[in-house]
């Protein structure tokens, strides 16, 4: 279920990239947030690492992960997300 590896990360309106806390990706995966049945195949595994099946498009995920991030205020105005697939 779990085949891709991805990597979520702030990127600092100066460029500067960092991982997201699992705390925030932890948040957003909790279904009852995000109510989405797309994003059920997804896993929090550590700080800027998530798995995620095939089902779930990337570009959808970044959207929907940079808002709640947003609206819970972890990013700041100038920051967005970067989401990524990592080589396993």
């Known amino acids: 279920m ?3 590896l ?3 990360r702030r990127v600092s309106g100066d460029g500067v990239r960092e991982a997201c806390p699992q705390r925030w990706i932890d948040n957003f995966a ?3 947030f995000t109510n989405d049945a797309v994003f059920d195949d ?3 595994v550590g700080d800027g690492l998530m798995e995620a099946g095939h089902r779930v498009p ?3 995920l970044a959207t ?3 808002d ?3 609206r819970k205020g972890y ?3 100038d920051d967005r997300l970067e989401v990524t697939e990592q080589a396993r």
Request: proline share 8%; net charge positive; glycine share 0%.
């Open 2 to 4: 779990f085949e891709r």
């Open 58 to 60: 990337l570009d959808r």
């Open 42 to 44: 997804t896993l929090p």
């Open 68 to 70: 709640w991030f947003r």
């Open 6 to 8: 991805l990597s979520i």
């Open 64 to 66: 929907a992960m940079e």
């Open 75 to 77: 990013l700041k105005p």
């Open 30 to 32: 909790m279904r009852n």
